[in-house]
């Protein structure tokens, strides 16, 4: 079995499988990673696809809105590090979550999502 999947205007994927529950999880991947085509906070389509890296060679997983700057971030599963967008109060990391603390309060009044889809505006902590 083949499928073509759009995941937006410019991009598209490809999936061999045997089966069908096979097929239905490589569409269930594309969809998951590739298809947020605008931005959560300003619904731009003005958005990019990045990986950097922090001073301990760690590499990020986002992306980035070009007109606010917003972003959504990717983790990674402990077993087979999969990717998957960050949509949860409880898949963001503890340092995440102080950041964001703002955000807290929605996530437990809607079943733990965060708003705007996961997208946000890193706003870094004020100067003392």
């Not at 995941?7 to 269930?28: C, H, Y």
């Not at 809607?110 to 902590?125: Q, T």
């Amino acid at each position: 079995m083949r499928a073509r999947i759009k995941a937006s205007n410019d991009l598209w994927f490809e999936a061999d499988a045997e089966t069908e529950e096979e097929l239905f999880k490589q569409v269930a991947r594309v969809q998951e990673i590739f298809q947020h085509n605008c931005c959560g906070k300003c619904s731009s389509f003005n958005v990019k696809f990045v990986c950097r890296f922090d001073s301990s060679e760690n590499d990020w997983l986002e992306i980035v809105c070009q007109d606010c700057r917003g972003k959504l971030i990717f983790g990674r599963t402990k077993k087979g590090g999969q990717i998957y967008p960050k949509i949860r109060w409880d898949q963001l990391s503890e340092k995440q979550q102080e950041q964001r603390i703002n955000e807290k309060g929605y996530a437990e009044k809607n079943r733990g999502y965060l708003p705007d889809k996961g997208w946000f505006i890193y706003k870094p902590p004020a100067a003392s």
